[in-house]
């Protein structure tokens, strides 16, 4: 399993950097790493004229207290490291590698004619609740710490800013944690200079919220927050109101039923405004609880209908978005159903009424019982092909006890994955890993891939190690995507 993981890791390193926003793919930054920065917030410079990404980072046995990583960029899909802006002390009350540092945000603060940033600060048993505090005068940091301190005297777990655009004014968001007591979302200002909260402008009540993150329309604030599942993802709710200090509406779900928000967590959204149009993006995490540093990013662009006062997370798997105009399409691949693929060994084409084509490919286990699609057109260069699945993780994993998420007690486990060879050529074995989706539900995962120029490409997919057993989701199509221009 390590085995795999690492290799596919490696051969991902030669790809070229994306141009298109790919939900959930490997990003990579422009030296070829993995983009890490998770749970993050995108702070635009005026100074830089750049995008700002900053983000939890987390690797391989340092998975909490890595300190934030920062990122630029100009288009939001090439991102440049530029190492960590908050660096873990050694020994330090609060920042050391013991320490969590999590869901960072920098704002601009032009009274102070400095860079701010804020995060949940705790001990490694999330026994403090702070909010953490540092300064630097360059966007990029490096931050000097300031202090950790308790909003208002409250709990504060998750952390979110929000600047308001009509007046500049900056809102801490916050859980207040998990006793009875808390259970609340905050929404308090800043001070002017944004160095201390003031005021405690609404709170939203017992929902038992976290992650939280506005949307500011001409018309409205939409307020996003998920459940509290940890790791695991559920249904982001929204509540909409005309004014901060509220009313607000009932919360409601943000996308389509029982795809836990097409597998992800929120936590961010960035508004941009272009020429043409503004743009709103759900900035959200596709968290790997098996491995937190492999979790991806999951931005989608937001539908908004002010007459019916919704707001809704619109599916693509590519989308070419222009910052400077605002706008953005989604690339138009090409399809290949399950019905027309061939299988091998047990896997086999079952009837599926909730299937693009009827029927759902399944059985998928290890390198003898695989699938292999066929005549698939290629450019020969790097293509973003997206995998549409069913997990229903319900089998129970061998001896393990209760697979399923649905069951009580249940072991549950965030994927399955499955191997993907480009014709035959087993040399090259990709990763696919493929998070629960529930029953009847088909989300999909992307790959770049590097498929022959012409039509007589295959692509074979098997199962692989997911720590009990060698079982590859069910499949229901691919669509294989022009490359980047
Ligand atoms: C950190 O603390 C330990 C134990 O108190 C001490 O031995 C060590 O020298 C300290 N390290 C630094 C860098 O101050
Ligand atoms: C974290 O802080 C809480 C509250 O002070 C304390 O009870 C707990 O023992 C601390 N955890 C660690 C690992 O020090
Ligand atoms: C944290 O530091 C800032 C900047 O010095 C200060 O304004 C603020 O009062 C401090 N917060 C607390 C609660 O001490
Ligand atoms: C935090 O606020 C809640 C109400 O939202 C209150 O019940 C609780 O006592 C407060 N906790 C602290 C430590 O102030
Ligand atoms: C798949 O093939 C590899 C290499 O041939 C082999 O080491 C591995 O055991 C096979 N796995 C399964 C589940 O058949």
């Known amino acids: 399993m390590w085995h795999l993981r690492t290799l596919s890791l490696l051969l991902c390193t030669t790809l070229t950097q994306a141009k298109y926003i790919v939900p959930g793919a490997r990003w990579h930054d422009t030296a070829g790493n993995l983009v890490n920065a998770h749970a993050g917030g995108i702070t635009f410079d005026e100074e830089t004229g750049k995008f700002w990404w900053f983000g939890e980072y987390k690797i391989e046995g340092q998975e909490e207290g890595g300190g934030v990583s920062c990122y630029s960029s100009e288009d939001l899909a090439t991102w440049e490291a530029h190492g960590l802006a908050l660096e873990p002390v050694k020994n330090h009350s609060f920042i050391s590698p013991e320490h969590i540092i999590q869901r960072p945000k920098v704002v601009y603060s032009a009274e102070a004619g400095e860079y701010h940033m804020f995060w949940h600060a705790d001990n490694s048993s999330y026994g403090w609740l702070l909010q953490g505090f540092a300064t630097s005068d360059s966007v990029s940091g490096p931050y000097t710490f300031v202090n950790a301190t308790a909003p208002m005297g409250n709990w504060s777990q998750d952390y979110g800013l929000f600047q308001d655009a009509n007046d500049g004014r900056a809102y801490a968001l916050y859980s207040n944690g998990d006793e009875k ?63 901060l200090s509220g009313p607000w509406s009932q919360p409601f779900m943000v996308a389509p039923l029982n795809t836990r928000t097409f597998n992800s967590q929120s936590g961010f959204s960035l508004k941009i405004v272009g020429s043409r149009r503004t743009t709103y993006l759900y900035i959200g995490d596709q968290w790997d609880s098996n491995s937190l540093w492999e979790s991806r990013y999951i931005w989608l662009p937001v539908e908004i209908d002010e007459e019916k006062k919704s707001l809704e997370l619109v599916w693509h798997d590519v989308y070419d978005l222009d910052v400077k105009t605002g706008e953005w399409a989604p690339v138009e691949g090409k399809t290949y159903s399950a019905r027309h693929a061939r299988t091998a060994g047990d896997a086999f084409k079952q009837e599926a009424n909730f299937a693009t084509d009827g029927v759902i490919l399944t059985g998928i286990y290890g390198n003898d019982s695989t699938v292999t699609f066929e005549g698939i057109e290629g450019t020969g260069e790097p293509q973003w092909v997206s ?46 890993y493929q998070r629960d989706t529930h029953k009847g539900i088909i989300l999909s995962t992307p790959l770049q891939l590097t498929l022959e120029k012409g039509k007589h490409n295959t692509i074979t997919v098997g199962g692989l190690d997911n720590g009990f057993d060698y079982k590859g989701a069910d499949l229901d199509r691919i669509v294989v995507y022009p490359p980047e221009k």
């Open 181 to 243: 007591d808390g259970r609340d979302v905050y929404l308090t200002r800043y001070n002017a200079d944004i160095t201390e909260l003031e005021e405690v402008v609404y709170r939203f009540d017992k929902f038992d919220l976290e992650a939280p993150t506005i949307i500011q329309t001409p018309g409205s604030y939409y307020a996003l927050m998920s459940h509290k599942t940890g790791y695991r993802p559920n249904n982001v709710v929204a509540f909409r109101a005309d004014s």
């Open 387 to 432: 995998f549409y699945y069913q997990n229903t993780d319900d089998m129970g994993f061998g001896d393990q006890p209760g697979g399923s998420p649905d069951r009580i007690g249940g072991s549950w486990q965030l994927r399955r994955i499955s191997s993907v060879v480009v014709n035959g050529d087993t040399a090259h074995v990709e990763t696919l």
